[in-house]
């Protein structure tokens, strides 16, 4: 790997706890022409997240089975939204004509016309959805609840308060952080000591009470490799150079940079060795105790990686005593004495044969994490066999994540070893969202491992954070995560309560996810009979005849797999839904502002249906 590369890997992944940066800086002095095709596509794209909202709207109330007799068939061949008894809001009938005066804006080379009509159209289009309406579909819908936020509460009363708002606002599973900086929230009888800032009461307890009594999930949310933080000491009368109290107590679990120190230049966490055995046991019997002696729903494991490392400025991480000991064994070479590639002195063959060893290096620490998962994803299920395990990752490129933090989570997500993988895929807009999530949301498919995209809230206006959840609903994923509770403000907490409803009006998807894909089908169903009703959606009356047929067998199908689930019949609605897959990608005609961004979005739906179907098949027969 060249030294360029290296560069570009550790600027691709943003600071820890930062979000990538906006992919249309609109903030900026001066307007750059070589963002105009990623502009044309983020207006077309926001026009179509607009018109799935309206749809939503519209279609509450529709029949959830198709009725091709009682839909008069249109007269003419065409028809046109102008003579539909549904017109285009005048916000959609702007973007289109920005739309079609894109060319000639460009050929004549009036780039500021364009980009101040652009930006009055996406900031009409992003504060006009409806959000007095209800929106939301069935899905999982997360939230972080962070160590301060908890710390502030106070008390199981204190905690109260913030349930009683999560629940409102429709979130049903809540990642509570329950070991952070080596600190547990809880009295432990493994780890050295419960945090300071929570003595005197238990709020894992107190959370898993208040959230099941109001139809939340509650997962326990663990800080897996990293072993304390700096900026948590003070708040707990600690020197910043405090380990933490597992390090504190076991120096020799330490993980060293290339330069012999606790923590990389400009982070703020030690981390143990993963390759440790006493590590690893001692992080095994935490998880244990947690989901032995605690009604969690689930076990989420955060930090499960190396720290963000930049070989290409000499910054390497990983030189705990059990890994070089580990590897000196397995090649004959302290990995200590290596040089990252890129190195402008090595030559011949010496920097072939460093560069060998530093693959094997890399290698070897990506292996050590992915082994600790799949373990602790056995034991896991063997003491709790219904416990959803799940990770918060990064979601850069496989590539990127194996050379900065050698964290392969594709092979845990393939292997079977978590049940959810929550991106960290944090954004200043949505296009650089979008971006982040869609090479494993779209392009990928991890069978009964569901893929979460993660929203940090900050510093996002609301109507940008409706906007990503907007996209979510579109893509074929199954719902969301917010980071952080501390960051969800009163009014995103107000319009979430109104466009979702209360967690209490349906279970998580997860505990019942084929009446969720049963309930997802039955709301595309809505959708297509407005259209229908509305003259907007269009085909041959023995094209109509056929689709109905078709379509309304896949709902009863999916209604029976949720009253009497089996195996057998997961199979005949994967079956019948990959039939009317097949059939949806022609011979209609669609009267839409996004024509074929609607298209794109039923065909995603059907697949998060599927994927529904292939992890109740594993979850709920197994």
Request: charged share 20%.
């Amino acid at each position: 790997m060249s030294s360029r590369t290296e560069l570009r890997l550790a600027q691709a992944l943003p600071p820890e706890g930062q979000s990538a940066p906006p992919a249309i800086p609109v903030g900026s002095a001066s307007f750059d022409p070589q963002l105009l095709p990623a502009m044309r596509q983020e207006l077309e794209n926001l026009v179509g997240r607009y018109e799935s909202a309206l749809l939503i709207v519209n279609a509450q109330g529709q029949p959830t089975r198709l009725q091709a007799d009682a839909i008069a068939s249109p007269r003419t061949a065409s028809l046109t939204p102008a003579n539909t008894r549904w017109s285009l809001p005048p916000i959609l009938t702007h973007a289109q004509q920005l739309l079609q005066d894109w060319p000639s804006l460009v050929n004549q080379g009036d780039y500021e016309t364009l980009w101040q009509r652009w930006l009055q159209s996406r900031q009409a289009l992003q504060t006009s959805f409806p959000t007095d309406q209800r929106l939301a579909q069935p899905e999982i819908r997360a939230i972080w609840l962070d160590r301060g936020t908890i710390v502030q509460a106070g008390s199981a009363a204190g905690l109260t308060g913030i349930f009683d708002r999560l629940a409102a606002a429709g979130i049903n599973t809540v990642f509570v952080e329950t070991v952070n900086a080596g600190y547990p929230i809880y009295p432990s009888q493994v780890a050295p000591q419960q945090n300071p800032l929570t003595r005197g009461w238990d709020p894992l307890r107190a959370a898993i009470a208040l959230g099941h009594q109001r139809g939340i999930e509650v997962h326990a949310w663990v800080w897996v490799f990293a072993a304390g933080n700096e900026r948590h000491n003070p708040l707990v009368n600690r020197p910043i150079s405090y380990p933490g109290p597992v390090l504190a107590q076991h120096p020799d679990w330490a993980a060293y940079d290339n330069r012999g120190r606790l923590t990389l230049s400009g982070q703020t966490k030690p981390f143990y060795d993963p390759a440790n055995p006493e590590v690893r046991s001692y992080i095994q019997r935490l998880l244990g105790e947690i989901a032995t002696s605690y009604d969690v729903d689930g076990i989420h494991l955060d930090y499960i990686r190396y720290p963000f490392q930049d070989p290409a400025a000499n910054r390497t991480f990983g030189y705990g005593r059990a890994a070089r000991q580990q590897f000196e064994q397995r090649t004959g070479v302290d990995p200590f004495t290596l040089t990252p590639p890129g190195s402008t002195w090595l030559v011949g063959p010496e920097r072939q044969r460093q560069q060998l060893l530093w693959e094997q290096w890399t290698d070897f620490r990506v292996e050590q994490v992915s082994t600790f998962v799949a373990e602790a994803s056995q034991e896991l299920r063997r003491l709790r066999p219904n416990l959803v395990i799940s990770a918060a990752v990064f979601a850069q490129s496989e590539y990127e994540r194996r050379q900065v933090l050698q964290q392969d989570w594709n092979r845990w997500a393939i292997q079977g070893d978590l049940d959810w993988i929550v991106l960290m895929s944090y954004a200043l807009d949505t296009p650089r969202f979008e971006t982040l999530i869609r090479p494993w949301t779209v392009e990928a498919d991890y069978g009964a491992t569901l893929i979460i995209p993660g929203i940090r809230l900050l510093p996002l206006v609301n109507a940008a954070a409706l906007d990503q959840i907007q996209l979510l609903r579109d893509l074929p994923v199954s719902g969301y995560a917010l980071f952080a509770a501390e960051n969800l403000n009163g009014s995103l907490q107000k319009i979430l309560a109104v466009t979702q409803g209360s967690a209490r009006d349906s279970p998580p998807p997860q505990q019942q996810p084929f009446a969720t894909a049963a309930a997802r089908y039955q709301a595309l169903q809505q959708e297509w009979n407005w259209l229908l009703s509305q003259q907007l959606l269009e085909m041959p009356p023995y094209r109509l005849e056929q689709w109905t047929a078709e379509a309304n067998q896949l709902g009863d199908e999916l209604a029976a797999l949720a009253a009497n689930p089996s195996r057998q019949g997961v199979t005949a609605a994967r079956s019948r839904l990959r039939l009317l897959q097949n059939h949806l990608g022609s011979g209609f005609t669609l009267h839409m502002a996004s024509a074929p961004y609607r298209r794109r979005t039923w065909q995603y739906h059907l697949t998060t249906i599927e994927r529904l179907l292939v992890y109740g098949e594993e979850h709920q027969l197994r």
